[in-house]
């Protein structure tokens, strides 16, 4: 399907992002494995937590859709998830569900399950999970070695001290997950650090979860309990509204009920470096023992642009939102450059080329490097075409980019937003008819 966005005048009002689609898989995951019934306040209902529901229901777990938006789940408990049907688990397109799930899989001793999903989904690999996994005694087969379908026999599992060779939120939740059904206390070391929502979840559950600098360490329990879990606003999905903001003249926007978790905030620290007004009370560095997730709101003004580099250590808090980063630099005086995001060659799609080829073709001076991008900016974007390839951040990334051009964007394949937005183009409208 395509749509075309055209130049915006000044955007006004509120937006209320929809449901965190990290924290939903999560309550979901978390509420299966629980005794007993977990309430989900504003799961989200959107694509991929969708194939989260399925799988859970192919293990045992109960999940019902309530009419206010939220999700009564009744589990099976920590230690009986139930075989499938012929062992096959599809997972669609949910990167965060082939890599978390497995982890819960791996310590059930006789099972054996296979998860697969679409085209886009196979090309996802799953090698970092198996390698950890393997190492606490679980046996796994992905074709090639490192592609789904991805087998998991379940087995008893032992505890590990494993050092992710790269920031990795789904790798570390993994890991974290099988060590609750480990024998020892497990350890993962990170390089960086990631977003933490399994970690804070996993302490409101009474796991025995500590941090002490880039190690994170876990004990194995018996059974977790959960009773209720509100999910708050997505600020991946807010971000692009906040860019939106930064680049139309004259605008201004305020994002209600939006998590401000500092690992998740990285694109709005980055956009205040770079001129944007960005007010609100984001958390100002990690919170290594928290397990409640900060809320607020945030108001976003449209302000001049600076260019800016993007190093590294800022790449997790940001990785969803670093195709904006490469927009706001197209407007932004200077040379723009984000290092260190090799993880985006693996998302949905390599999203490094995407976001090269596709605001390249919308008129920017933009370059790929290996493990990012430069963006020599300051022209704008002329307009054009500019295809999502099915993902839903490069979707709404032309949307965007059609609202701040001279002459609009049409994208083709915006149906792929409703994987994490349902409701997005309805959203630009009002926000664009205030």
């Known amino acids: 399907m395509r749509r075309r966005f055209e130049p915006a005048g000044a955007l006004r009002g509120r937006v209320a992002p929809p449901p965190d689609k990290s924290i939903s898989h999560r309550a979901a995951l978390l509420g299966a494995m629980c005794d007993e019934p977990v309430t989900v306040e504003n799961y989200l209902y959107a694509e991929d937590t969708l194939s989260t529901l399925d799988a859970l229901r192919s293990l045992g777990a109960a999940l019902e859709p309530e009419e206010d938006g939220g999700l009564l789940v009744r589990g099976v408990g920590l230690r009986t998830a139930a075989p499938t049907t012929g062992g096959l688990l599809n997972v669609r397109n949910s990167g965060t569900l082939l890599r978390m799930l497995p982890g819960w899989l791996a310590g059930q001793p006789g099972g054996s399950w296979t998860l697969d999903g679409d085209e886009s989904i196979r090309r996802r690999p799953v090698d970092r999970v198996v390698e950890p996994l393997r190492g606490m005694g679980a046996r796994l087969e992905a074709r090639e070695d490192r592609f789904p379908p991805l087998t998991v026999y379940g087995a008893e599992l032992t505890a590990i001290d494993y050092e992710l060779p790269v920031a990795s939120a789904q790798v570390k939740s993994c890991v974290l997950v099988a060590a609750l059904l480990a024998e020892g206390e497990t350890s993962v070391t990170e390089p960086i650090p990631s977003r933490d929502h399994t970690e804070r979840m996993l302490r409101r559950a009474r796991v025995p979860v500590t941090r002490e600098g880039r190690v994170v360490r876990v004990s194995p329990v018996d059974e977790i309990e959960l009773e209720r879990i509100v ?90 939102e670093l195709p904006l980063v490469a927009l706001l630099g197209c407007f932004a005086e200077g040379q723009t450059v984000v290092r260190g995001a090799g993880e985006l060659r693996v998302k949905e799609t390599d999203r490094i080329a995407g976001v090269v080829e596709g605001l390249g073709g919308l008129g920017a001076d933009i370059e790929a490097i290996e493990d990012g991008f430069v963006v020599t900016g300051g022209g704008g974007l002329r307009g054009g075409v500019l295809d999502a390839r099915g993902d839903h951040r490069m979707a709404m990334l032309g949307a965007v980019a059609g609202l701040a051009s001279r002459e609009g964007v049409e994208v083709e394949g915006i149906e792929a937003a409703a994987i994490s937005y349902p409701g997005f183009e309805d959203q630009v409208r009002a926000l664009t008819d205030a």
């Open 231 to 320: 999910v708050p606003g997505d600020p991946s999905s807010a971000a692009f509204f906040a860019a939106a903001a930064c680049l139309v003249a004259g605008s201004r926007i305020v994002i209600e009920g939006t998590a401000l978790n500092w690992t998740r905030t990285g694109f709005f620290r980055i956009a205040a470096r770079m001129g944007a007004v960005v007010v609100g009370e984001l958390e100002d560095e990690p919170k290594p023992e928290a397990d409640e997730e900060p809320v607020g709101e945030l108001d976003v003004t449209q302000a001049p642009l600076e260019a800016t580099a993007v190093e590294p250590d800022e790449v997790p808090p940001a990785i969803d």
